[in-house]
């Protein structure tokens, strides 16, 4: 149960952050079926810890996010909950693009020349989020691109493959106090080369807590062993 | 890209070299220079080394593993990977590799993620986490958690299924495979030798591993870091 607190528009190109809290929740709408939205969580009140993404795939066995598992900090906690997932499918592997891979991909685009249809990249924008509370590249997590599906192939191939869901939704429900950082940008493997970053609209909710059969906490033994060590943090 | 089967070998010979041996459980920090190689042998076979990088001028650039597989399009390592930094740039590329592929999607293991997969109760269990941090601080160098991000795991077999499965399987490696790296920058190696033993990545018996390093212009002094 969810029930919405506020809600805002992030166009295409655009970046934002945002001290939530446990209990409450994030749901991305992504309208066009074709954004991408890369992602990343540090713990609000000691940054130091901060998404862990080889211990969010290797304790779930997973190489792709969806309903109904979890993002793990580095310090065994869960910092959210995927608490529902119409897409299936977000990507973990690929992380931030950078401005290089911006400009080889799609040329340059100035603030001078095309003010704010200027071209980003999720690596600035996450920097000079983490800036606006005094944090720095030292404390740059990794992220997963939200609304993107990349599979692995034999040989270990990595292959993008367009969603195409038009509505599609991901709602996460924070289990600690946590920094969200997100950049609507282009996903660094997306094979078009025409500028056309799609927004989002995000909604933060008020959650109801998780019960004991939560599906995120039963989904596997070490999930239930993360619930336990973060609810020792609020005790 | 290279299948997964194909290796590739050294043309360096050994006797060349500085050569060090890191015990299982252990950790070993050395500033390689651009133009060194790095080889690392894995001498009994089956034994993770879980491996991280940091510019040796300025740390706050390091060592991506989500860079480094997307700018190859392929989720392992092996001969020809360049292993990039989080600034984009190149740090080091693998020269040579008689095991065929690596993992960089796993990370370290942790006193606090070993809770989680395995018991609450493990979390006295030395790993590899607190190896680096150990290192870290016996480095002088100001660094700590903060520094450090997704790292290599050489020799270790993390398989990732189409349906976006993962698991940690038996090792790929044996008894004198090897895996070398010519650093392109200066560069901070941090290794910590993994003392993982609830699950098969150390073949169940983590054993030691030699480091050999290659200078093209003069001798080099490699070992631990002394105490200060």
Redesign the interface.
């Known amino acids: 149960m969810s029930t919405l607190l506020y809600s805002e528009t992030l166009p295409g190109g655009a970046s934002w952050s945002a001290r939530l809290r446990r209990s409450q929740g994030l749901r991305l709408v992504d309208a066009s079926g074709t954004a991408n939205v890369a992602l990343t969580l540090l713990r609000a009140d000691d940054p130091t810890e901060r998404l862990n993404l080889p211990d969010t795939l290797k304790s779930q066995h997973i190489a792709r996010l969806t309903y109904p598992y979890v993002l793990q900090s580095d310090m065994g906690h869960v910092l959210a909950s995927v608490t529902e997932d119409t897409s299936g499918w977000h990507d973990v592997l690929c992380g931030l693009s950078d401005a290089a891979l911006v400009e080889a991909k799609y040329g340059e685009a100035t603030y001078q020349a095309a003010r704010n249809a200027r071209h980003t990249n999720a690596r600035e924008h996450v920097l000079v989020e983490l800036g606006k509370y005094g944090l720095s590249e030292r404390d740059l997590p990794s992220a997963v691109n939200l609304f993107s599906r990349v599979s692995v192939k034999e040989g270990g191939a990595l292959a993008w493959e367009p969603q195409g869901k038009p509505g599609q939704s991901v709602t996460l429900r924070f289990e600690m106090d946590v920094l969200i950082v997100v950049s609507a940008t282009p996903h660094p493997l997306d094979p078009s080369t025409t500028w056309a970053p799609q927004g989002v609209e995000l909604e933060v909710l008020r959650c109801s807590p998780p019960r004991a059969d939560d599906p995120s906490r039963t989904v596997r033994p070490e999930n239930d062993r993360a619930f336990t060590l973060t609810e020792r943090l609020y005790l | 890209?290279s299948?997964?089967t194909e290796t590739v070998e050294s043309r360096l010979d050994p006797r060349r070299a500085v050569r060090t041996v890191v015990e299982a459980g252990d950790h070993w920090m050395h500033e390689l220079k651009a133009g060194q190689t790095l080889r690392i042998v894995d001498l009994e076979g089956n034994q993770a080394v879980d491996t991280f990088f940091l510019d040796a001028h300025d740390p706050?650039?390091r060592y991506?593993?989500?860079?480094t597989?997307?700018a190859q399009?392929?989720?392992?390592l092996t001969a020809g990977t360049r292993l990039m930094s989080?600034?984009?740039n190149t740090m080091l590329e693998i020269t040579a590799d008689t095991c065929g592929?690596h993992d960089t999607?796993?990370?370290?293991c942790?006193a606090?993620?070993n809770?989680?997969?395995y018991?609450?109760a493990k979390r006295p269990m030395h790993s590899c986490?607190d190896s680096f941090l150990l290192a870290l601080a016996r480095s002088g160098r100001n660094l700590?958690?903060?520094?450090i991000?997704?790292n290599i795991n050489f020799f270790m077999n993390?398989p990732?299924?189409?349906?976006?499965?993962?698991?940690?399987e038996d090792g790929i490696s044996a008894p004198g495979k090897y895996v070398e790296m010519k650093a392109v920058r200066d560069v901070l190696v941090l290794v910590s030798n993994c003392p993982q033993l609830n699950n098969p990545c150390n073949g169940w018996n983590p054993t030691p591993v030699e480091m050999l390093v290659w200078d093209p212009w003069r001798p080099v002094q490699v070992g631990r870091i002394p105490v200060s």
């Open positions: 890209m299948a997964v706050a650039e991506c593993a989500q860079t597989i997307r399009g392929n989720l392992y989080t600034r984009g592929r999607l796993g990370g370290a942790a606090e993620s809770q989680v997969r018991d609450i986490r700590s958690k903060r520094d991000g997704p993390v990732v299924t189409p349906e976006g499965g993962l698991s940690f």
